[in-house]
């Protein structure tokens, strides 16, 4: 079985500013880890996956996240934050024949 | 390439009813999953279906159940609604299997009230 702890529901930055939002799985066989993103009204966006051929993850809209097996972390970083970039964001981890489990997602809010 | 189309986008229906939810995935892929979405339990996943064939299935009563076609399309069906089960109901359709590490392309869901 397979979890994901989300830590934060809520993070603020400012625009411009460094993001940084945190994900840790739980796995019992290596992990398949994926970041999604929603907007208002949307369905769930691909940002990037952890394939095992590359420890960071360089994603879209800038966004990457670092995969440390030791930490047993994904944590979503962005160097500068835009207004654009607010939104849901979800990590998920796929450990076997089950579907994706999902974090309890993590609202990112951008202030001007 | 259109993505994946979820119809109808709302509906509202009575405690007691059923309801079918309709899925077309991406041209070319043949797996279809189904994720419940709730602001209580988050994101849950129901079934994934395969060529045809349900392959995973979540934690959920037999009152949610689906099917695929051989052009891929999937419903969903819920029957003898509960309050609970109001909830954005995502579709999500990827290449191959999920199991093999395959990105899924969600749709933007139907959202459905059950008063």
């Known amino acids: 079985a397979q979890s994901v702890t989300q830590l934060g529901s809520h993070v603020s930055v400012s625009e411009g500013a460094l993001v940084l939002l945190r994900c840790n799985y739980s796995s019992s066989v290596p992990p398949y880890l994926f970041w999604y993103v929603q907007y208002p009204n949307q369905g769930l966006q691909l940002l990037l996956k952890y394939t095992s051929a590359a420890t960071l993850v360089k994603g879209i809209n800038g966004f990457e996240a670092e995969f440390k097996k030791s930490e047993t972390s994904f944590h979503l970083t962005k160097p500068s934050a835009h207004m654009s970039d607010a939104a849901e964001y979800f990590c998920a981890v796929r450990g076997g024949a089950d579907g994706l489990t999902f974090g309890k997602g993590t609202h990112l809010i951008i202030q001007p | 390439k259109a993505g994946v189309t979820q119809t109808p986008r709302y509906l509202i229906k009575t405690r007691g009813q059923q309801v079918t939810l309709s899925c077309s995935p991406i041209s070319g892929h043949r797996s279809v999953s189904w994720y419940q979405q709730t602001p209580g339990q988050g994101l849950q996943f129901l079934f994934e279906y395969f060529s045809e064939t349900q392959r995973n299935k979540g934690n959920f009563p037999g009152r949610f159940s689906g099917r695929q076609f051989s052009n891929s399309r999937s419903e969903m069906n819920v029957s003898t609604l509960e309050l609970g089960d109001s909830a954005l109901y995502l579709c999500?359709?990827?290449?191959?299997?999920?199991?093999?590490?395959?990105?899924?392309?969600f749709g933007n869901g139907t959202r459905l009230t059950v008063t």
């Open positions: 999500a359709s990827s290449l191959e299997r999920t199991d093999n590490n395959s990105p899924l392309h």
